[in-house]
């Protein structure tokens, strides 16, 4: 039996994750095939109650990733973003959820290799933690 | 009493010399213990203001919820250290003007929590509560009892930082200034130290409790959104059942949404008909807060509330390498 692929939202943004996730594309890097992509205009844009929903709805993990600090395509977004990771993340892990199901990086439209590696990463992480149960809603 | 006095004294002179069209305090209740809000627009009406342990209600809220009553009126409120903080954060949100309001300080000893008094009386309605200053009188058919204040207060007046208003116009009596108070985060590095499957379990128990009556936002003063998130349609955010996953993403979500914000004056939790606590969270986040980014929410009027703000150079561990 093959291994367990974990499910994970990938949510990127337009101007720079979103065309790394292109280049390792294009690159032919390899990477396990456990995301599926959202594209935001802006990591400013994710608002912690669509993190919330995907786990909810049964996403193994959720992985958020913007331009690097400085490159924000609206200046400000990821800054502003960073402060809303900042506060979530620690309170995801205070109320009991498993600490790496939700992760967050900064990928450039350059960094193809990077975003291949993070995939990789988070996959690995999210497989040593098994399905996510915590937080998802049996209907 | 006396502040009662004094405070009765400051808002008609307030009225009289037409500093204020409005003043927002509180009077005796028709159920003994809370107050009811009291609106004053003559000096005679002056008269039934009161301020003692039963007015928890954080009066702030009125002008978030209330908008067209205050739209460019000049208005006067009575506030606790709490609701003082509410109203720096209002106007920082440019909900109301400075200039428009008349911040008149009470010194405040806490606020009851009405469950914790009946757990004192056995459920037994109260018919009549006395103030005594240390000691609260509550009497009712066939009882009458002595509590201390400590064993009724609210749980976040137990842990109270800031008892006075830090910003104000007028203030009432003397000032207690800040209280350090370490036990308003014990309970937190506690559940801290516990596993994360232990956290887990204790968090749903209490919030698999929750029936989602809304009581905790309704009475929030920084919840005012036009629409909340969780009485939007399209698209559905939270189902509508008691299921344990939506009500703590409401919960969580809520948390958020005061990030920064909250100024732990306790209505939600005294609001609460599940007795959930409900503050615990709020705690851990203003803690996050001001541990990264240095903020208490409503103390400074000069500043910005932390989340619409940001420093390029602050800590980011928690980014994936």
Known sequence: MSEWQPRILAILCNWCSYAGADLA?????????????????????????????????????????GCHPGDCHYISGNYVARRKFAVLKPLLEFIGLEPNRVQFSWISAGEGDRFAKVVTKITEDIRELGPATRLVKKT | MNTTNELRKSIKALIAEKKVDLFLAWEKGSLPLTATPLFVSTEDQADRAVFDVTCGNNLSIYFTKDRKQFAN?????????????????????????????????????????????????????????????????????????????????????????????????????????????????????????LSASERWDKT?????????????????????CNVCFVD??????????????????????????????????????????????????NRKVAMEVKDRFGDIAGLDINGKPAMSDFREDEKQKFIMG
């Open chain 1, 25 to 65: 594309g294009v690159s032919r890097m390899q990477y396990p095939p456990s995301i599926r992509v959202v594209r935001i205009p802006c990591s400013g844009r994710v608002d912690p109650l669509f993190i919330m929903k995907s786990l909810q709805s049964g996403f193994d993990g959720v992985l958020v990733s």
């Open chain 2, 73 to 193: 009126r000049k208005v006067g409120i009575a506030v606790k250290g709490c609701d003082a903080r509410s109203v720096v954060l209002n106007i920082l949100e440019k909900q109301i003007q400075r200039e428009n309001v008349v911040i008149v300080g009470v010194p405040c000893d806490g606020v009851l929590d009405r469950k914790k008094v009946l757990a004192k009386t056995d459920g037994r309605e109260v018919l009549e509560l006395i103030d005594n200053g240390e000691t609260v009188t509550v009497k009712g058919n066939g009882f009458d009892l002595l509590l201390n204040r400590n064993e009724i207060l609210s749980s976040s007046c137990l842990a109270c930082t800031y008892p006075d208003a830090q910003e104000y116009d007028v203030f009432i009596g003397d000032a207690r200034g800040e209280v350090p108070n370490e036990s308003r985060l014990k309970e937190i590095h506690d559940f801290q130290a």
């Open chain 2, 204 to 224: 749903r128990n209490e919030y698999e409790r929750c029936i989602r009556c809304y009581a905790c936002r309704n009475v929030c003063p920084s919840c005012y």
């Open chain 2, 232 to 281: 939007q349609n399209d698209p559905k955010w939270i189902g509508s059942t008691c299921d344990y996953t939506d009500t703590l993403i409401f919960h969580v979500i809520r948390n958020l949404h005061v990030a920064g914000r909250c100024v732990e004056c306790g209505a939600c939790q005294r609001a609460c008909p599940m007795d959930i606590d409900l503050l615990m969270l």
